[in-house]
C-alpha cells in the first residue's frame, strides 16, 4: 500500500493507494497547521481502509517547490515514515501533480502550473499538452509569467486580474500524486525540498571577537 502526501501549499493533503486504486484521500481543513494536522491524517487514513502502519510498503511526498515549513514537515514525515518501515520513499515535484491532475482534468493545451510562493511571488513551471514539463519550476511575479498560455493553480485564484486564460485544479492533491508515482507519470526525485529561493529565517551575524 503507497502513502501518498503533499504539503506544499496552505493545505495538507494525503492518500492511500494500492494498485493503482486510491483506497482513500483527504485534505486538511486548517490551512498552515501542517505538523499539527500530519500524524492525525495519517492515522485516520489508516483507520478508515483498517490497515495498519506497517501495511504501508512505499511512501510518496510532494517535493515542492513550496514554502519552507510547510514543505519540510512533510518530507520529513515521509522520510521518517520510511526509516522506521524500511520502506522505499519517493519525491516528485509538486507541479508536475498539479500538472498531471490537469491533464486528466482536460486540459488538452500546453499550459503553466502555479503554487503560492507567498511575497507576491509564484512558483510555476510550464508544460505540453500532455503534462510533460518543458520549462521550470522556477519563481517569479504573476506579472512576469508568460501570459499567451492557460494557467492552472493558485495563480488565477491568488491574482485574478493577471491571467486572461485560466482553468482548474487549485493544487496539487495526494490522489493524484499516487497515480503520478504508480504509472511513473512523472520524473522520481530523492525526497529532498525543492526551494527555489532561501527560507526567511537565517542566522545571524557572527558574534564579535573579545580582545
Not at 490497515?51 to 514543505?71: F, K
Not at 486528466?104 to 510550464?126: H, N, S
Amino acid at each position: 500500500m503507497l502513502l501518498a502526501l503533499d504539503t506544499s501549499t496552505p493545505l495538507v493533503s494525503l492518500a492511500l493507494a494500492e494498485g493503482g486504486d486510491v483506497l482513500t484521500a483527504a485534505t486538511s481543513e486548517r490551512p498552515l497547521q501542517h505538523g499539527e494536522q500530519l500524524a492525525p491524517m495519517i492515522s485516520r487514513a489508516l483507520a478508515e481502509v483498517g490497515a495498519l502502519r506497517q501495511d504501508v510498503t512505499a511512501v510518496a511526498v510532494g517535493v515542492g517547490p513550496g514554502p519552507y515549513t510547510g514543505l519540510r514537515v512533510g518530507i520529513v514525515t515521509a522520510r521518517t515514515f520510511a526509516l522506521v518501515l524500511g520502506i522505499p520513499v519517493y519525491g516528485v515535484c509538486s507541479l508536475d501533480v498539479l500538472a498531471a491532475a490537469a491533464v486528466d482534468g482536460g486540459v488538452t493545451e500546453p499550459f503553466l502550473a502555479t503554487t503560492d510562493a507567498r511575497r507576491k511571488e509564484l512558483f510555476w513551471a510550464a508544460y505540453d499538452e500532455d503534462g510533460v514539463r518543458t520549462d521550470g519550476p522556477h519563481v517569479a511575479r504573476p506579472g512576469t509569467l508568460p501570459g499567451h498560455l492557460l494557467v492552472v493553480g493558485a495563480g488565477p485564484e491568488l491574482y485574478p486580474t493577471a491571467f486572461s486564460r485560466t482553468s482548474g485544479p487549485t493544487r496539487p492533491d495526494a490522489a493524484t500524486l499516487a497515480r503520478v508515482v504508480t504509472e511513473e507519470r512523472a520524473a522520481l526525485l530523492d525526497p529532498e525540498p525543492l526551494y527555489l529561493r532561501r527560507p526567511d529565517a537565517a542566522p545571524g551575524p557572527s558574534p564579535k571577537r573579545v580582545s
